[in-house]
């Protein structure tokens, strides 16, 4: 079936520190791919997607790119800040599933110090 | 503009008792999801109502899980006979014609 599995946390990084966090799937057919961002006590929100092969996602200086050929959606941001800190969820909606319901990965805490 | 609204925010039941989650989507959103997230099992898919289409329920745990969506709008989900492992936050999430889903703040569920 569909999966996703992403980098365990927490983890741990400094203000302007590069970051990475890495996600696979497993999928049948094509997949869209985010990656959703809870901050502390707050809800979950979409932070970016990518609907196809080589769609670059990108928002407030994070970036994905969907990989079909390593079957990757890894997030990355140059220069993390303080307000980075919070719980990232890689997630894909296949039209194999339900409607477009999101499988998630089971989220990486970040913490950045400053 | 109204997000995703859920209630209440917090509950805490007793093990046995019958318990209620309402959602109310954005208006305007055709398609509703539940979803639970807790510490051991992550984010799970529960339940998906599209438009007037028969729910598609595969996600739920058990048949003491159950939900519906009147008037193509507001979604209860209600659980029967609670039990301490369905402790856990449970959100709703609604979208349009687009694929991006907006979730709700939540329902905390203790049940002690």
């Known amino acids: 079936g569909n999966s996703v599995t992403q980098m365990e946390g927490p983890v741990t990084l400094s203000e302007e520190a590069f970051l990475t966090i890495n996600c696979t799937y497993t999928a049948t057919g094509y997949p869209s791919l985010f990656w959703y961002v809870q901050y502390p006590g707050e809800g979950l929100q979409l932070l970016l997607k990518?609907?196809?092969?080589?769609d670059k996602g990108s928002n407030k200086g994070f970036e994905a790119t969907y990989r079909k050929e390593t079957t990757s959606f890894h997030l990355e941001k140059g220069s993390v800040q303080v307000s980075d800190s919070a719980v990232y969820f890689c997630a894909l909606t296949s039209a194999n599933q339900a409607g477009t319901a999101l499988i998630f990965g089971k989220g990486t805490t970040l913490s950045v110090s400053s | 503009g109204a997000g995703v609204s859920q209630s209440p925010s917090n509950k805490v039941t007793e093990k046995g008792k019958d318990v209620e989650l309402r959602c109310d989507p954005i208006?305007?959103?055709?398609?509703l999801y539940w979803y639970r997230q807790s510490l051991g099992q992550g984010l799970e898919f529960l339940i998906y109502?599209?438009?007037?289409?028969?729910?598609?329920k595969s996600g739920l745990p058990s048949d003491r899980f159950s939900a519906e969506r009147t008037g193509g709008s507001v979604s209860t989900l209600t659980i029967q006979r609670t039990q301490q492992e369905d402790s856990a936050v449970y959100l709703c999430a609604s979208s349009g014609r687009g694929a991006e889903q907006f979730f709700g703040p939540g329902t905390r569920l203790t049940v002690l």
């Open positions: 990518a609907t196809k092969a080589d």
């Open positions: 208006s305007g959103h055709t398609a």
């Open positions: 109502f599209q438009g007037n289409s028969a729910p598609d």
